[in-house]
């Protein structure tokens, strides 16, 4: 079988023309992506009432009860029915951008996942973390996560723990901290 090899000097004529040093591709990797993947996927705001999407770290459930979350809470976002149109799906890509990108510096390990809830009522996402007690990443990280979907400062984010939330009496769970 016969190949058809490129001219001897082709990738050394091309460099020096532009006088750049090839380099491959390996030297660019940074941080491969550790705790996550992500796929071309439906957007949220497509999605049926009912439906939920969620992005958890490698080898923790989203679910209350999973050993990572128990002691933890959530940042959440409600949303009226008309940002589903408007803010729904630049807010849920934002947030995948935050745990991928991993947004909240030192406390980044604290942050298990993410889960976007559909619903007719009103849409929500939050972003979970590991330990309610730990004031000091909770806040951090509510504080990164408010900015980086551009919320004015204005507007307050609650934090509600798990444990509240599993044992709520009405409709409405108590923040445990506000940004």
Known sequence: METNPSPPHAEED????SGKEMVSPEAYIKHPLQNSLYNHIQL???????????LFKDGIEPMWEDERNKR????LITLTKQQRRLDLDRFWLETLLCLVGEAFDDYSDDVCGAVVNIRNKGDKIAVWTSDYENREAVTHIGRVYKERLGLPMKMTIGYQSHADTATKSGSTTKNKFVV
Do not use: H, K, T, V
Not at 14 to 17: K, Q
Not at 44 to 54: A, K, T
């Open 72 to 75: 933890g809470g959530r940042w």
């Open 44 to 54: 949220s705001s497509n999605l049926m009432s009912g439906c939920d999407y969620s």
């Open 14 to 17: 091309g460099a020096e023309d």
